[in-house]
């Protein structure tokens, strides 16, 4: 079965007066790390600003920086409530996976866990689907970029060599920070294949590169200008193929 074409709500129409609805963290919101100001910026050629040129209709981005599943859920539901979107892209995990680094820096022995369980983030995420089509609305969802492990590792721990011992104290390996986030972003495409629920796979579309790190900030997680680009033309072969009345003639 195609992840990409599997679906059991209804296809919006361009008569419909679409709207759409992006609901995610940092990485929708377009922000990526400004080398040379050393800070992070919202980066205006992101990708669901290119999007908004391509489509039929008006593009809401209620993206945050920091949004986890959990923080972002009660926005989701209210806003779909009140807009009534024709579609809502839906880009969680990053930072549900993530762990707070300086605590686990202080103290390596002590039990540390994400900000989102794992069990929980599926069971929000399959929540959050329920209620989007119980509205006749139509969710899409969104793959994680791959993070480059080596470059996370060095920004949580601000190159800091004993910050590195004691988080690889409990890490056991740097390899496993891609691990992890791999878990989630496998529920992801589990939750769309038993819901019914279309996905876009961003992650794919980075790993047909071999060097696909050049498509990523220096924090290694956030893409940067090239990478929002190819999340763009991803979404877009998506759309081209599925949805291709709802896109502008040329």
């Known amino acids: ?12 129409s361009a008569e419909e007066g679409i709207r759409y609805l992006v609901s995610g ?22 990708y669901v600003s290119l ?8 593009v809401r981005n209620t993206s945050r920086f920091g949004n986890t599943l959990l923080k972002g859920i009660g926005h ?8 009534r979107p024709s579609i809502v892209l839906i880009e969680y995990g990053g930072n549900d996976c993530d762990f707070d680094w300086d605590e686990i820096a202080r103290d390596p022995h002590a039990e540390h866990r994400p900000k989102t369980g794992f069990d929980e983030f599926k069971t929000m ?18 793959t994680l ?6 470059s996370y590792f060095k ?27 791999e878990r989630y972003n496998s529920t992801i495409l589990n939750v769309s294949q038993s819901t019914g629920t279309r996905v876009i796979d961003v992650r794919g579309a980075f790993l047909e590169h071999p060097d696909f790190t050049r498509f990523l900030c220096s924090d290694g997680i956030h ?22 009345h709802l896109l502008q003639e040329r």
């Open 25 to 46: 963290d940092s990485i929708s919101k377009g922000v990526v790390y400004d080398e040379a100001r050393s800070k992070y910026v919202i980066l205006k050629e992101n």
């Open 51 to 58: 999007l908004q040129s391509s489509l039929q209709g008006a």
């Open 1 to 12: 079965m195609n992840r990409e074409s599997t679906n059991k709500a209804e296809t919006p």
């Open 155 to 181: 920004w949580v721990s601000r190159n800091d060599p004993e910050a590195q011992r004691s988080i690889l104290q409990w890490l056991g390996s740097v390899t496993k920070i891609y691990w992890w986030q």
């Open 145 to 150: 970029p791959p993070l480059n492990a080596e």
């Open 76 to 83: 989701l539901k209210r806003d779909a409530l009140n807009d």
């Open 125 to 142: 995420l399959i929540e959050s689907i329920d209620y989007l089509k119980s509205l006749r609305i139509t969710p899409v969802l969104m």
């Open 223 to 244: 893409p940067n200008k090239e990478g929002h680009r190819l999340i763009c033309d991803k979404v877009m072969e998506f759309l081209n193929r599925d949805y291709g």
